[in-house]
């Protein structure tokens, strides 16, 4: 059974940092992708970050870019997502993400497996 577990949201003022953690179990299968979605209220799911299995390619939104960094742990199958000078437009819950078919994309559709997300909030 695949599991992904985020952690490491919370409360931080604007210009803070957080590292967000998705603890990985299960993925016995070859995973070619993972990467962190967002959903703020009323607004839409978006991308934030991905890169490919090995690593080599990572892909930001624009919004985030120079300011958040995904990154793994294999030892410890697990994915982060270091966030910093974080704005309060930055304020969503967090998805860990998972995808099994080659490329690196930016569409929610495009990945298999998700977490239950973890709330990150930025006050100003």
């Known amino acids: 059974q695949v599991q992904l577990v985020e952690s490491g949201g919370g409360l931080v003022q604007a210009g803070g940092s957080l590292r967000l953690s998705c603890a990985t179990s299960?993925?016995?299968?070859?995973?070619?992708?993972m990467g962190w979605f967002r959903q703020a209220p009323g607004k839409e799911r978006e991308f934030v970050a991905a890169?490919?299995?090995?690593?080599?390619?990572?892909r930001y939104a624009d919004s985030v870019k120079g300011r958040f960094t995904i990154s793994r742990d294999n030892a410890k199958n697990t994915v982060y997502l270091q966030m910093s000078s974080l704005k309060p437009e930055d304020t969503a819950v967090y998805y860990c993400?998972?995808?099994?078919?080659?490329?690196?994309?930016?569409?929610?559709?495009?990945?298999?497996?998700w977490g239950q997300g973890t709330q990150v909030t930025v006050a100003s």
């Open positions: 890169f490919t299995r090995n690593s080599a390619n990572a």
């Open positions: 993400v998972v995808r099994t078919s080659y490329g690196l994309t930016t569409r929610g559709a495009d990945y298999d497996y």
């Open positions: 299960g993925l016995t299968f070859s995973v070619n992708g």
